[in-house]
């Protein structure tokens, strides 16, 4: 399991820094799911993915993955199976948990990755300051929203 807190963090700065452009482009097309998701896809793939994965390894999708490429939902390497994915460990027993708006208590449960996201007036957005992020519990079934600054990313070869 190896520390990748610096990449992440680097990666929520590039959207928080780049979202107004986003924004921009956002509001002026029809295509706003699809062209979202490959932005998210394309751009977690050449910040991220390229610096925390050795050659022939792939990271899990950002969210759902990219739309343009049909059938794949990667951007690059379309054809390509996840070889990692990024673990999300709380850094406390105990932390807020934001969809039931409730403290949840750890153990030593196996959290996957998903996005960044923001509550604005109490719905979840796509949206700056990006300080949450979006977990599936380790069966894949259930998310959960963490404060980014209370967990701990980490990148795990996904079992064969």
């Given at each position: 399991m190896i520390n990748i807190n610096k990449e992440i963090l680097e990666f929520n700065n590039f959207l928080n820094l780049s979202w107004?452009?986003?924004?921009?482009?956002?509001?002026?097309?029809?295509l706003i799911n699809a062209t979202l998701s490959d932005w998210f896809q394309?751009?977690?793939?050449?910040l991220v993915?390229?610096?925390?994965?050795h050659p022939g390894n792939f990271l899990q999708v950002y969210?759902?993955?990219?739309?343009?490429?049909?059938e794949y939902s990667r951007i690059t390497f379309?054809?390509?199976?996840a070889t990692h994915y990024v673990k999300v460990v709380p850094q406390a027993t105990t932390i807020h948990e934001?969809?039931?708006?409730?403290?949840?208590?750890f153990g030593n449960e196996d959290f996957m990755f998903s996005?960044?996201?923001q509550k604005v007036d109490g719905f979840f957005l796509l949206a700056p300051p990006f300080s949450l992020i979006e977990v599936y519990d380790e069966k894949g079934d259930t998310l959960y929203c963490f404060n980014k600054s209370e967990v701990s990313f980490y990148l795990v070869e996904l079992n064969k």
């Open positions: 107004p452009f986003v924004n921009c482009f956002y509001n002026k097309t029809d394309m751009n977690w793939e050449i993915e390229c610096k925390v994965c969210k759902e993955g990219a739309e343009a490429n049909g379309m054809d390509k199976i934001y969809y039931t708006n409730s403290d949840m208590h996005m960044f996201l």
